[in-house]
């Protein structure tokens, strides 16, 4: 039977992990709705910006002219490839992070062929392909700790735009979870560059009777210059958005992870009182049993 002492001293360990857990599962809490706020609000925006890409993507780009937007549509045979993983900073969220590596893992093995780097944003993924000795092209810490900075998100944007652009990785690819529910987080594997027109989401056209004509837009000043304007924003709002669904979902999975924990912490205590009591009811039997023997003995003798 386990000393008395050492039991409450570990159901006021418990206790106080306990309180931690929920501090945490709280604060998580707050953060997510604002987070959620904010993945909800780009959604529409990023939905909006891919109709108007798929309405100028058979435009001829003249590389004379717009060389960087050409350059986001040229397609190389990909030989070296940039995988953007995308991570929290902190851990106790559950299978956040793990899911994250598996599906980057699965990506690389699927490209095995080619070199692969890593562009990491979250203290996770930085230091988990640090200690495997993975090429790491550049990394983002801390972009989590309130907020997601779109400024840092459209300096991210920009250092892979001009990498691309200039012939050094023939294809980024983010890797990152998406929010979906409080309870429900996906990992989505997205290639960021080349940008693939044919593949961007036609827009809802409205309802409209039967025999009205489709309407044609008219660009100002032209479908091309329209189209370049717009792909270095259509990579930039992807990479934030892809952001904004990490730190929603790292907020979702937190509160679960620390709800369940606090949990957990409840039964473990109710185990242990009930230890407790268990042991505290064999001592004063065994006191008796003693005191009552020595009585007899007493008695006897």
Do not use: C, W
Not at 97 to 120: G, H, T
């Amino acid at each position: 039977m386990p000393n008395l002492l050492d039991i409450r001293r570990r159901i006021r360990s418990v206790r106080n992990t306990r309180q931690i857990t929920r501090a945490m599962q709280m604060v998580s809490a707050a953060k997510l709705r604002r987070a959620q706020d904010q993945a909800f609000a780009a959604r529409p925006y990023a939905e909006r910006l891919s109709g108007l890409l798929a309405l100028v993507a058979g435009a001829e780009l003249d590389p004379s002219v717009a060389p960087l937007a050409a350059a986001l549509l040229a397609r190389r045979p990909e030989q070296r490839v940039t995988l953007v993983v995308i991570t929290a900073d902190k851990g106790l969220a559950g299978a956040f992070n793990l899911n994250v590596f598996k599906a980057a893992q699965q990506a690389a093995a699927e490209r095995a062929s080619a070199r692969i780097e890593y562009e990491v944003v979250g203290r996770k993924a930085r230091d988990y392909y640090r200690r495997r000795g993975r090429t790491i092209s550049a990394e983002t810490i801390g972009l989590f700790t309130k907020s997601v900075d779109h400024g840092v998100a459209r300096d991210i944007a920009a250092r892979l735009m001009r990498r691309y652009a200039a012939g050094e990785t023939d294809a980024v690819y983010s890797i990152g979870n998406e929010f979906r529910s409080v309870f429900r987080q996906q990992v989505n594997v997205r290639r960021l560059l080349p940008i693939a027109t044919e593949a961007v989401a036609q827009p809802k056209a409205a309802a409209a009777p039967a025999a009205a004509a489709p309407i044609e837009p008219i660009f100002e000043p032209a479908a091309d210059a329209v189209l370049a304007a717009l792909l270095p924003r259509y990579v930039e709002i992807q990479l934030y958005r892809a952001l904004l669904e990490s730190f929603a979902g790292e907020q979702a999975a937190r509160m679960n992870a620390m709800d369940t924990a606090t949990k957990n912490a409840a039964d473990l205590i109710d185990d242990l009182s009930l230890t407790m009591n268990r042991a505290r009811q064999a001592a004063i039997t065994k006191e008796i049993i003693e005191v009552v023997s020595g009585a007899a003995a007493a008695q006897t003798g």
